[in-house]
């Protein structure tokens, strides 16, 4: 039988999910950062990845044909000639890109997703700066460098960790006023998601005991993952991921861009992903409460009981949709003595976020909402989802697979479906 292996590199840490022909589980791994880990990314990146590959069942390694990534949206390197990171890598989160804002307007068109502090173009215009930018050859994604390690080609990303470079994933090109940046580096290769791109590299395969023909495929980003996990497909259903941050995705039949309110579509068959990512969400809870009173204190909460509290919840200043400002400071007071009020005031206000958010998309012409899955951990916080429901004014239910690297496993399925002759895979120098 014949196994497929996605990879979710998340904020908090990796997953790994390998599934049959048949799109069922065999096996869940997981590797979680310590905080210590952040002082060098990529290396901890690398290490991590090595550590899921190695804790998969010997048996099941020996038959996964393909292996996809994805990584958190807008996470962001530069490599020189071999690939080795010349500087630290940007998070997804990252606003350093805030004072080339003005460059940033005069080389993109107006409203565009990439004018944006935290985009993907909004980091390498920072980066270019920078006195290392004269090593680097390739400017590349978290999902592409990772993919990289396991396959050896440089410079090859997907249309959805693309696209807040720039690139048109209506017209599947990168646009002339892009094309005429006027930085020296190699812009990736962008294919589509789940595109095979080359075997696993001989020496990790006969390491670990991988078969030497396991394609690795072009991933996506977290978010994307989470979405063709969820289940859903049909316009008006949407999926928020709360994880640490908060992320909106509605299928619609219309295309949204409007750099205003951070919203961008993701393409996906026929159809559009709309939505944007704010940085409130799961992390901010964690700054108060423990995994264990975030549960102990949220069965004391009567979900139909509206709070009066109005927060607006980040970890620092800035946020990137519904209200695109790197300079809103977050609101967290008053705050009450009573922990089950404080949290109470916490979940609702993320929630009233997650429906302004749905709200400016239908208000700009995406579908009507009709149901919302949730992925991440928050799906898993019954007295949340009650809470979201009643503010969005529609079901909302569990996604039928609440783990991004499920979605991914899914797309090195396709991977394999797109090709079986190795001829027809990505080889250097295409």
Not at 15 to 36: H, N, P, T
Not at 272 to 292: C, E, H, I, K, P
Request: charged share 20%.
């Amino acid at each position: 039988m014949a196994f497929y292996l996605g990879i979710d590199f998340g904020t908090s840490g990796v997953r790994g999910v390998v599934i049959d022909e048949k799109a069922l589980i065999q096996a869940e791994v997981r590797y979680s950062f310590e905080m210590s880990d952040v002082s060098d990314l990529s290396t901890c990146w690398q290490s991590a990845l090595h550590t899921i590959l190695e804790q998969i069942p010997q048996g099941l390694r020996r038959e996964i044909r393909a292996i996809a990534i994805n990584g958190t949206s807008s996470t962001v390197l530069l490599c020189d000639g071999t690939g080795r990171p010349v500087d630290a890598p940007l998070l997804y989160n990252d606003a350093r890109g805030a004072v080339i804002m003005e460059q940033l307007r005069s080389i993109a068109p107006p409203n565009h997703t990439v004018v944006s502090a935290t985009s993907s173009l909004a980091k390498l215009l920072w980066m270019s700066q920078l006195p290392t930018f004269a090593e680097a050859r390739y400017f590349m994604h978290q999902a592409d460098w990772l993919a990289f390690l396991l396959h050896g080609q440089l410079g090859i990303s997907d249309y959805h960790n693309a696209l807040k470079l720039g690139y048109d994933v209506e017209e599947l090109r990168y646009p002339e006023w892009l094309e005429h940046l006027p930085i020296k580096i190699h812009l990736p290769k962008v294919m589509t998601p789940g595109t095979p791109i080359a075997e696993l590299r001989a020496e990790i395969a006969d390491d670990l005991g991988f078969r030497r023909d396991c394609l690795v495929c072009t991933g996506t980003t977290d978010s994307i993952a989470a979405f063709i996990a969820s289940g859903a497909q049909s316009p008006g259903e949407a999926v928020t991921s709360l994880g640490s941050t908060l992320v909106l995705k509605l299928l619609s039949r219309k295309r949204l861009e409007d750099a205003r309110y951070g919203i961008y579509s993701h393409r996906l068959g026929d159809l559009w992903l709309v939505g944007g990512a704010s940085n409130t969400g799961g992390a901010v809870l964690r700054q108060f409460f423990t995994d264990a009173e975030l549960k102990s204190l949220s069965s004391e909460i009567e979900p139909e009981n509206k709070s009066e509290l109005d927060y607006y919840p980040l970890l620092g200043v800035g946020d990137r949709f519904p209200i695109n400002d790197p300079n809103l400071p977050p609101r967290l007071e008053p705050r009450p003595d009573n922990p089950v009020k404080f949290l109470h005031g916490l979940l609702e206000s993320i929630a009233r976020i997650e429906a302004q958010g749905y709200s400016l998309l239908q208000k700009l012409g995406a579908d009507h909402l009709s149901c919302v899955y949730t992925a991440g951990g928050g799906a898993a916080n019954s007295t949340w989802t009650a809470i979201r429901a009643r503010c969005l004014g529609v079901k909302v239910v569990r996604s039928e697979n609440t783990e991004a690297a499920y979605g991914t496993a899914l797309l090195a399925i396709t991977g394999v479906g797109k090709t079986n002759r190795q001829d027809q895979m990505l080889v250097p120098g295409d």
